[in-house]
């Protein structure tokens, strides 16, 4: 077994959080030694948590039409990645919405499993990813970074998060969709282009 492969291994088999959640985590990564396009999310929704496949809702409907991809490139190209900062759905909390990523996750995992990777583009979506991913570089908040997406080089691309509770701030923020979305599908495009021939 591989290196890559053995640690999405003891990823999957993790139960790090059970404790803490009250239920069976359910660890949900999609990477391999293909993987070009990476996306860096927050954690899995109920939804993913029970599907077992990155981005089953209607953020990961959004996310694709920010990308340009089909369902169908999305989970059936090896190219394009996910591997979101928990890799477990963390519960819902009372207030609405789940709960944060628990920083456990990132800290037991990340540093490995990026260490088997060589992607060339890595989408940082919402503040968890970008805040653990751009440091002190990061602005002071998720519009701002985003807005200053062109300062992180073609290699990161910060985003907000494609949730349904995001519509109001892009119909806010119209020049994300004129302006960081076709960037966007311009990069995922060269990169699948060019690897396909």
Not at 64 to 84: H, L, N, P, Q, T
Not at 100 to 126: D, S, T
């Amino acid at each position: 077994m591989d290196r890559l492969a053995a640690v999405l291994e003891r990823i999957r088999a993790c139960r790090a959080c059970q404790a803490d959640f009250g239920f069976t985590p359910r660890p949900v990564v999609m990477v391999s030694h293909k993987t070009k396009i990476l996306i860096c999310g927050q954690a899995p929704g109920r939804r993913v948590h029970e599907s077992g496949l990155p981005f089953t809702d209607p953020s990961g409907d959004r996310l694709r039409d920010w990308m340009g991809v089909s369902k169908a490139e999305f989970y059936g190209d090896g190219r394009i990645g996910v591997a979101a900062m928990a890799f477990c759905f963390p519960g819902t909390s009372p207030k609405g919405g789940d709960y944060p990523p628990p920083k456990r996750c990132a800290e037991l995992w990340r540093q490995e499993l990026m260490a088997e990777l060589q992607p060339e583009l890595i989408l940082l979506v919402g503040t968890y990813a970008q805040t653990y991913r751009l440091g002190k570089t990061a602005k002071a908040s998720v519009t701002e970074t985003v807005r200053a997406f062109r300062d992180y080089g073609p290699d990161l691309i910060p985003l907000p998060h494609p949730s349904w509770r995001n519509t109001g701030w892009l119909r806010q923020n119209p020049w994300f969709e004129a302006d960081v979305a076709p960037y966007v599908r311009q990069r995922v495009r060269a990169i699948l282009s060019r690897d396909a021939t």
